[in-house]
């Protein structure tokens, strides 16, 4: 098993920048490729970022590449989502999730799932 809790989301104004994170507990942390999805009111969760189990290797969905960046520590056990140049359109619950086999942007390829945090960016 391994517990996933979200931090770092709130009200922003467009244009800024906010950093989530995401504390893990439970099984060795550097087993596990993570990713950062998030959900719109009315919308289905998409993927945001993903990062390899190392941290050697980052894939990013098309709509933040350039302005979010993902990282992990493995050492702490925690994962960032750095997000720059925030726009409204961005706003949503932002989930960090973990997989054993696989990285990339199938939300039915993650195996644990945290809570997620609010993120809202006003025009």
């Known amino acids: 098993q391994v517990q996933l809790v979200e931090s770092g989301g709130g009200l922003v104004q467009a244009g800024g920048s906010l950093r989530l994170s995401c504390a893990a507990s439970g099984r060795t942390f550097s087993a596990y490729a993570m990713g950062w999805f998030r959900q719109a009111p009315g919308k289905e969760r998409e993927f945001v970022a993903a990062i390899r189990w190392t941290g050697s290797r980052t894939y990013y969905a098309d709509r933040v590449l350039g302005r979010f960046t993902i990282s992990r520590d493995n050492n702490k056990n925690t994962m960032a989502l750095q997000m720059n140049s925030l726009k409204p359109e961005d706003t949503a619950v932002y989930y960090c999730?973990?997989?054993?086999?696989?990285?990339?942007?199938?939300?039915?390829?993650?195996?644990?799932w945290g809570q997620g945090t609010q993120v809202t960016v006003s025009s």
């Open positions: 999730a973990a997989s054993r086999t696989y990285m990339g942007g199938e939300t039915s390829r993650y195996d644990y």
